[in-house]
């Protein structure tokens, strides 16, 4: 059974630009959260998503947004990036909203010049 | 909201220790969860509990609901197990969905 797949595993971008994140969930899955991980702020929570719906946000300015598709894929873009983007972004799936045990992808790491 | 506290921040065993690392929390939830993280980045969910205890190989997780409190053990610990163990609460309490996550502690298991 395939795991969760991010896409890209890295990228490089500069101040300004917008990214766009890609998350396939395990088959079944049809939960998908969203966490940014820095040195300095560690693991925080960004959004989930549950049958295309955001069912949660965390505490992030609205450049930072996400959407599910019907194949329970997920997206996250952050437009007008700055300096304090460059993360470790992760996605986890998991069967149901609010059950289940989440399964990480390896994240995509995001270094903004 | 909830807030979490993880002992100790770092942690240096040698091998075959036994291991036990620390979680709290202060808002009532219905599960915690515990991750582990390998150098590279990629996270493994190790435990999801809600009262007792769980027990995966050499690892035993604990919960605790009254006293909020959680705990993470590694028996006979052993090299491979060096990593950031993570432990993480729902952050308004009650149910999984947006989570809090503690700083982590990173555990180097000596030879």
């Known amino acids: 059974k395939a795991g969760v797949t991010q896409t890209p595993r890295y990228l490089i971008k500069t101040r300004g630009q917008q990214v766009t994140l890609s998350c396939s969930p395990i088959s079944g899955h049809r939960s998908v959260s969203w966490y940014q991980q820095t040195p300095g702020q560690g693991l925080q929570f960004l959004f989930e998503y549950f049958s295309e719906t955001q069912r949660n946000k965390g505490n992030f300015p609205g450049r930072f947004s996400g959407r599910q598709f019907s194949n329970s894929r997920s997206e996250m873009n952050v437009s007008t990036l700055e300096l304090g983007d460059s993360a470790l972004y992760l996605c986890?799936?998991?069967?149901?909203?609010?059950?289940?045990?989440?399964?990480f992808g390896e994240g995509s790491r995001l270094t903004v010049l | 909201k909830n807030e979490v506290e993880q002992s100790p921040q770092n942690l240096t065993a040698q091998e075959g220790e036994f291991i036990t690392i620390n979680c709290s929390y202060s808002?009532?939830?219905?599960?915690l969860h515990w991750l582990q993280q390998h150098p590279g980045g990629g996270i493994v969910s190790l435990f999801m509990?809600?009262?007792g205890k769980k027990k995966h190989g050499r690892l035993i997780a604990t919960i605790n609901i009254q006293e909020k409190h959680s705990s993470l053990h590694i028996t006979a610990s052993h090299p491979r197990d060096s990593a950031v163990y993570i432990c993480?609460?729902?952050?308004?309490?009650?149910?999984?969905?947006?989570?809090?996550f503690g700083k982590g502690t990173k555990l180097s298991v000596k030879p």
């Open positions: 808002v009532g939830i219905s599960a």
């Open positions: 509990l809600s009262s």
């Open positions: 993480a609460v729902p952050n308004y309490g009650g149910s999984q969905g947006n989570l809090i």
């Open positions: 986890a799936s998991s069967l149901g909203q609010h059950t289940g045990e989440l399964f």
